[in-house]
């Protein structure tokens, strides 16, 4: 009996030298690489507006040094609770109400506030700075964190990213009252901000709260201009704003490499707790890991975005030899790989509805019915895989939705009013 337990540890420990020794895979290793070749995007970092963004009051230098402040907090805190600017012990904050803003999901804001106008005007009554900062920061071109992951929790502090979406409401009542250029303009500022929020934030929450901002806003747009006269001028804001999406403003590598760095930060911090190195091995885990996320990194990815196809996310790597000696790091790679689909999916559904709202005003602009001019709609507002197509009644313009997770009757379809 004694050599035989005998022979099978030795067994387990020949077993857990050889799952520590096996190699990762060549293909594991590339998407470590992609995650971990993170590059500051160029331009203006405009996270300290972004982290100061509820409080008037306060000089460039001031939100900079309030956000300097809340890091060393942050870093030398001695509880894993999630901090507040220090700011909100000495400044009073703006409070939005979210019943005074647009919703994402295409409902006719401009009934809404018709409905209740008044509610509106009380829901932003006392927000001048808060739609002054919401137009500066649409000139930021990155928004990098200082703040890290906490090691055990995984969180980190955040803005108060629901005060973004405060600035379509107020457009919407510029618009319902008769100040017709500021509307225009005020969305078109509210997209840029969304655009530029996807492409330059460092977390996948940056990516979701910026397509929803475009969303809201292209929507917007699209019912203030079917209101209008076809040859509406827009004001110069516009002209960015509304030019068609590049793979790079769709991409979500930079998301991603963020969501890497949270979990590599996790897995260093469970790695300092006794034993746990008998069951987690660092590279095999990492390389897991980057199974979940090195798809958004890979050249795939951007053939795909370029061509307007379905990104193909690839799901995370089976229970191998691996895992004997890695057994909790393989489990919580499987945990933290949800179905990453239909974010692939929001980011594109973004840039079509850009182009809807492109098609939207080109055809108005045609002399014959929509039904014939779409025949020579421009490149620029369709893709090789979604062509704008009239709804049954002709009065929307629509191409599939590619998003799963909508829900609801009538959201298979992204559509504008003609």
């Not at 300290?48 to 460039?60: N, Q």
Request: glycine share 8%; charged share 20%.
């Amino acid at each position: 009996m004694g050599w035989a337990l005998l022979g099978l540890l030795v067994l387990a420990v020949l077993l857990w030298t050889l799952s520590r020794l096996w190699p990762l895979p060549a293909a594991q290793r590339e998407q470590v690489r992609l995650l971990e070749d993170v590059r500051q995007a160029p331009g203006r970092n405009g996270f300290a507006l972004l982290w100061t963004l509820p409080f008037d009051g306060l000089e460039p230098a001031q939100r900079e040094a309030a956000l300097a402040q809340d890091a060393r907090r942050w870093q030398s805190r001695s509880t894993p609770d999630v901090i507040d600017s220090a700011l909100a012990a000495t400044q009073p904050a703006v409070k939005v109400d979210n019943h005074g803003y647009c919703r994402s999901t295409g409902e006719s804001c401009l009934a809404r506030v018709r409905a209740d106008t008044a509610q509106f005007r009380a829901a932003h009554a006392g927000h001048e700075g808060l739609h002054e900062r919401l137009d500066a920061l649409a000139d930021a071109e990155r928004f990098d964190s200082p703040f890290q992951a906490d090691g055990a929790t995984g969180l980190f502090p955040m803005p108060r990213y629901q005060m973004l979406m405060d600035g379509s409401g107020v457009h919407a009542l510029a618009f319902v009252q008769g100040d017709v250029p500021a509307a225009l303009a005020g969305s078109c500022r509210s997209v840029q901000l969304g655009r530029r929020l996807m492409r330059g934030g460092n977390t996948l929450i940056d990516s979701m709260i910026g397509a929803a901002m475009v969303r809201a806003n292209v929507h917007l747009l699209a019912e203030m201009l079917a209101e209008l006269p076809p040859d509406q001028v827009l004001p110069a804001a516009c002209e960015g704003a509304l030019q068609p999406m590049e793979a790079a403003g769709q991409s979500l590598c930079r998301p991603m490499q963020g969501e890497f760095a949270m979990s590599r930060a996790a897995i260093d911090a469970s790695l300092q707790q006794t034993g746990t190195v008998l069951v987690m091995d660092r590279e095999h885990t990492l390389g897991r890991f980057a199974a979940n996320f090195g798809w958004a990194c890979g050249p795939g990815s951007e053939v795909a975005l370029q061509a307007d196809r379905p990104v193909e996310v690839v799901a995370g790597s089976d229970w191998d030899m691996r895992c004997l000696a890695n057994f909790v790091g393989c489990t919580l790679s499987d945990i933290s790989g949800p179905a990453y689909q239909d974010y692939a999916a929001r980011s594109q559904d973004v840039a079509a509805l850009l182009r809807l709202l492109g098609a939207q005003r080109w055809l108005r602009q045609q002399p014959e019915g929509p039904q014939q001019a779409l025949q020579r709609l421009p490149a620029q507002w369709r893709s090789s895989t979604r062509v704008p197509v009239l709804s049954a009644d002709g009065t929307r313009l629509q191409v599939p939705r590619r998003a799963r997770d909508a829900g609801g009757k009538d959201d298979a379809m992204l559509s504008v009013p003609l």
